[in-house]
């Protein structure tokens, strides 16, 4: 796939202001402070479209990027060790559970795994309820320039065999890094299969 044009849509707090002309959508998750920015910044090939920030929850709302006229892709709000209240937290679930069980136009969501990291509860435990919930995945490791290739591949297997303790198939599993582009072509070729399915 190639990204001719990319734009920020808005930021929508309210489920019920989310766009309403039944574009496909894929969205991107992971724990604070994953590098869901770079990522998305890396694959559209911007530096500024989405907000990077070195402070944990800066994501505070569903941030829609209209993609070459044809789709959306979503920046949703991290989970895990945000530094904000837990009344915000509660309703940053909330509307990330509402958000994914209930938008008709999702296609797919991208888990972001730090790959400097062995597995955390937190991610499995979120994975977990999208498969529960039979909402289609992907898991992409970030960060995989930090570190030695051997190293990643270890934390990635890791992953993989803490996942098939209650997986019988794992999903599509792509390594990236925002500063050397890795991954770029594999990942915006699979937005392209799901995309051309769905169109």
């Known amino acids: 796939m190639e990204i001719k044009s990319a734009r920020f849509i808005s930021s929508f707090a309210d489920m019920d202001k989310l766009p309403q002309d039944h574009k496909p959508e894929l969205a991107v998750i992971g724990r604070s402070n994953v590098g869901k920015s770079s990522l998305i910044n890396m694959l559209v090939g911007q530096k500024k479209l989405a907000k990077t920030s070195q402070s944990p929850g800066k994501t505070q709302t569903i941030n829609h990027f209209m993609i070459n006229d044809r789709w959306y892709l979503v920046d949703l709000p991290g989970y895990g060790f945000a530094k904000v209240s837990k009344t915000m937290r509660e309703k940053w679930s909330l509307m990330i559970k509402t958000y994914l069980t209930k938008?008709?136009?999702?296609?797919?969501v991208f888990v972001l795994i730090d790959?400097?990291?062995?597995?955390?509860?937190?991610?499995?435990?979120?994975l977990q309820y999208l498969g529960e919930h039979g909402i289609p995945l992907s898991i992409i490791f970030t960060k995989?320039?930090?570190?030695?290739?051997?190293?990643v591949l270890s934390n990635v297997r890791k992953f993989e065999k803490a996942m098939l303790e209650?997986?019988?198939?794992?999903?599509?599993?792509?390594?990236?890094?925002?500063?050397?582009?890795?991954?770029?072509?594999?990942?915006?070729?699979?937005?392209?299969?799901?995309?051309d399915a769905e169109l």
């Open 115 to 126: 790959s400097r990291i062995e597995p955390q509860k937190k991610d499995l435990e979120f």
């Open 103 to 108: 938008r008709e136009t999702l296609c797919c």
């Open 144 to 151: 995989c320039d930090k570190l030695s290739l051997g190293k």
């Open 166 to 195: 209650s997986w019988e198939e794992l999903p599509p599993m792509f390594q990236s890094s925002a500063e050397n582009k890795l991954g770029k072509e594999e990942i915006l070729s699979y937005f392209a299969e799901i995309i």
